[in-house]
């Protein structure tokens, strides 16, 4: 199954900054996802990232908040923009391993002060 | 829409204890069933996947089952140890879509 590198593990960010997540996965694949764990909670889906084309957002999530790249089929990036205490969570990529399941980027934990 | 509940919210047990945790879901109509495990802040690690068409999965200590008909999963965890403390999660995969449960926080005491 793929392994995913993701960066940074943790974060401490001031309001009003932004921060941008880094997921590198070690074999080619076609979508990867982006997901939010707040505090206490399971993971939301944020968006699917596809490359060469525009991430495709679930409700409740724009992207102007949370810009994607996806500039080939290896690499993606998050970026959570204008944060505020609210966005204090662990962000996880994710990609489909098809008969291997679903495998996860390690998280990084962000915390907005 | 596809719910996924998970039953204990917390479990806390004595090393050596063998246990069940449940996972159920609404939807019947998945492609699989997949169970992680959580350390405190970091990613989800992949544990046992089982495929719509299958019942069980087992690797070394650990056997998930799946019966779709009744919308239940469970893992068994037997001779827990202490390194088995963390959050487990099930998800179900439908069509480019997983959906999780908030997951079972277990410690298991020395």
């Given at each position: 199954?793929?392994?995913?590198?993701q960066?940074?593990?943790?974060?401490?960010?001031?309001?009003?900054?932004?921060?941008?997540?880094?997921?590198?996965?070690?074999?080619?694949?076609?979508?990867?996802?982006?997901?939010?764990?707040?505090?206490?909670?399971?993971?939301?889906?944020?968006?699917?990232?596809?490359?060469?084309?525009?991430?495709?957002?679930?409700?409740?999530?724009?992207?102007?908040?949370?810009?994607?790249?996806?500039?080939?089929?290896?690499?993606?990036?998050?970026?959570?923009?204008?944060?505020?205490?609210?966005?204090?969570?662990?962000?996880?990529?994710?990609?489909?391993?098809?008969?291997?399941?679903?495998?996860?980027?390690?998280?990084?934990?962000?915390?907005?002060? | 829409?596809?719910?996924?509940?998970?039953?204990?919210?917390?479990?806390?047990?004595?090393?050596?204890?063998?246990l069940?945790?449940?996972?159920s879901?609404?939807?019947?109509?998945?492609?699989?069933?997949?169970?992680?495990?959580?350390?405190?802040?970091?990613?989800?690690?992949?544990?046992?996947?089982?495929?719509?068409?299958?019942?069980?999965?087992?690797?070394?200590?650990?056997?998930?089952?799946?019966?779709?008909?009744?919308?239940?999963?469970?893992?068994?965890i037997?001779?827990?140890?202490?390194?088995?403390?963390?959050?487990y999660?099930?998800?179900?995969?439908?069509?480019?879509?997983?959906?999780?449960?908030?997951?079972?926080?277990?410690?298991?005491?020395?």
């Amino acid at each position: 199954s793929a392994v995913i590198s993701q960066k940074p593990s943790r974060d401490i960010c001031q309001r009003g900054t932004s921060l941008t997540i880094q997921c590198q996965v070690d074999s080619q694949v076609t979508m990867m996802f982006w997901y939010r764990q707040q505090p206490g909670q399971s993971l939301t889906l944020i968006a699917t990232a596809n490359q060469g084309s525009e991430a495709t957002y679930e409700s409740g999530f724009v992207i102007d908040k949370f810009p994607i790249s996806r500039p080939n089929l290896t690499f993606s990036t998050l970026t959570v923009s204008n944060m505020s205490p609210e966005d204090s969570s662990i962000y996880l990529c994710s990609v489909d391993g098809g008969i291997y399941g679903y495998t996860f980027g390690s998280g990084t934990r962000l915390t907005v002060v | 829409k596809q719910e996924v509940t998970q039953i204990p919210a917390a479990l806390s047990v004595p090393e050596g204890e063998n246990l069940v945790l449940n996972c159920s879901f609404t939807d019947s109509a998945i492609y699989n069933l997949q169970w992680f495990r959580q350390d405190p802040g970091k990613g989800l690690t992949s544990l046992l996947l089982i495929q719509s068409s299958q019942r069980e999965q087992t690797s070394g200590r650990l056997n998930a089952s799946l019966d779709k008909s009744s919308g239940r999963s469970t893992l068994y965890i037997a001779a827990s140890q202490p390194g088995d403390s963390a959050t487990y999660l099930c998800a179900s995969g439908g069509y480019q879509k997983v959906t999780f449960g908030i997951g079972t926080k277990l410690q298991v005491i020395p």
